[in-house]
Each structure stands twice: as structure tokens, then as C-alpha cells.
């Protein structure tokens, strides 16, 4: 089921081919390990796109695309997994990595007024941007693990819950034959 889920719901290698935005990765799309659909592809897929999510800059589904590239993994998942942080949630997320950061850095949160103005960041993240990295770091890093893991898991999971059915089936139809 996962997988026909999956294949359901991601776009296909021709249409991710032809993104605009992928279009510089060129021949390194044609591998076919990048559209692969099984546990380890899934897990470590998600641990790139949770982990990229956290990376604070612009055309992260970029970074993350770069990143299932190099270790062979699902590109699709790892690029739709990037969405975890979008417009709605990325003020919420890099808030708390900048709270975390500050705490793991032991220094006083400064209060800030975020502002998309190109004068905030240059006079304000500089002031702020040891501490955001540093829980943007540890914050990718944990989503990643916990993604790879509960991944792994939840495959697994589903795959000994197929095979309970079927065997259940097979009994089913031998006492009644």
C-alpha cells in the first residue's frame, strides 16, 4: 500500500524532468535509483527533504533535489518533504530554531519584529544568526532521524500487517475449500 499510495500521489519522472527549476541537474535525473519506491529509498528521502527543510534560504527544493541526487535516494519524496516549512509555517519554525539555538548557545533571546525587508536583514539577522543557524542545524537534523526512523517503521509496519491479511486470507479460503 505505501507504495501504491506514493505512486499515486507523487508526479511522475517526466514531469519532474521537465521542472523548470530541476531543469540543472540535466543527464543526473536519468538515474534510475532517483524514482524508486521502497523502504530505504522512502527513509533516507525523507530524512533529505525534513533535513533541507530546516535550511534557512531560498529554492530549498533545489538543495533538496541536489541531496537525493548524491545519495541516490526517491527525489520526489525528498522534494515534497521540503514543504514541511512553507510560507504558513516557517515563521512558527524558524522562530523556535532561533529559541533553541539561543538556549543550546546559553545566550538571552533578543525580541524580534520580523520585517521582509531587505534593511532587517542586514542590520537584525546579524545580530541574531549564530543562534538561528545553530537550531536550524539541530533542528534539521533531529526531523531527519525521526523521519528516516518513523518511515522505516511505518513501512514495516504495513508490510507485516499485509502479510498477516493474506495469510488470514489463505486460511479462510483452505476451510472453506
Excluded at 506514493?6 to 514531469?15: D, N, S, V
Excluded at 536519468?30 to 528521502?45: Q, T
Excluded at 521582509?116 to 536550524?136: S, Y
Amino acid at each position: 500500500m505505501p507504495r501504491k499510495l506514493l505512486k499515486r500521489i507523487l508526479p511522475a519522472a517526466h514531469q519532474v524532468r521537465s521542472d523548470k527549476n530541476l531543469r540543472i541537474f540535466g543527464r543526473l535525473l536519468k538515474n534510475p535509483n532517483l524514482w524508486h519506491l521502497n523502504r530505504n529509498s522512502v527513509a533516507a528521502a525523507a530524512a533529505v527533504g525534513l533535513f533541507m527543510a530546516f535550511v534557512p534560504v531560498p529554492f530549498q527544493m533545489v538543495l533538496a533535489a541536489a541531496g537525493a541526487i548524491t545519495i541516490g535516494c526517491n527525489l520526489p519524496v525528498a522534494v515534497a518533504m521540503v514543504w514541511i516549512t512553507n510560507p504558513v509555517t516557517m515563521p512558527p519554525i524558524f522562530y523556535f530554531a532561533y529559541k533553541l539555538g539561543a538556549w543550546l548557545l546559553s545566550l538571552k533571546p533578543h525580541p524580534i519584529q520580523f520585517e521582509m525587508t531587505f534593511d532587517w536583514l542586514l542590520n537584525k539577522l546579524g545580530a541574531i544568526w549564530e543562534p538561528f543557524l545553530l537550531g536550524c542545524f539541530v533542528l534539521g537534523v533531529l526531523w531527519a532521524a525521526v523521519g528516516y526512523v518513523a518511515v522505516r517503521i511505518v513501512w514495516r509496519v504495513h508490510v507485516v500487517h499485509g502479510w498477516r491479511a493474506r495469510k488470514a486470507r489463505r486460511a479462510r479460503r483452505q476451510s472453506t475449500s
